[in-house]
């Protein structure tokens, strides 16, 4: 099992800047590719970012290509998702997740979820 806890969400100005943390626990960090998925009202949970077992690779959906970073510091077993230039559109609920393989962007390929952290992006 590994178990996984969310942090940072909040309000912010359109524009603005927010970093959000994701701590785990349980199993081998490093064992796990470490991703992030957003579900906005109404709307089906989708992937934002992915990143591999030692943080060389990532991956990230067009819409926050070069507004978003996702990284991880495995000492501290914490996967961060840095998100810049926000956009009213990026409001959601933010859920970071494990997966042993890296580069899948389904949910269902996802066996551990954290229970998110509300993101509002106000115009």
């Known amino acids: 099992q590994v178990q996984l806890v969310e942090s940072g969400g909040g309000l912010v100005q359109a524009g603005g800047s927010l970093r959000l943390s994701c701590a785990a626990s349980?199993?081998?960090?490093?064992?796990?590719?470490m991703g992030w998925f957003r579900q906005a009202p109404g709307k089906e949970r989708e992937f934002v970012a992915v990143?591999?077992?030692?943080?060389?690779?990532?991956y990230y959906t067009d819409s926050v290509e070069g507004r978003f970073t996702i990284s991880r510091d495995n000492a501290l077993n914490t996967v961060y998702l840095q998100m810049n230039t926000l956009k009213p559109e990026d409001t959601a609920v933010y859920y970071c997740?494990?997966?042993?393989?890296?580069?899948?962007?389904?949910?269902?390929?996802?066996?551990?979820w954290g229970q998110g952290t509300q993101v509002t992006v106000s115009s």
């Open positions: 349980g199993r081998t960090f490093s064992d796990y590719a």
């Open positions: 990143i591999s077992w030692g943080g060389s690779n990532t």
């Open positions: 997740a494990a997966d042993r393989t890296f580069g899948r962007v389904s949910r269902r390929d996802y066996a551990y």
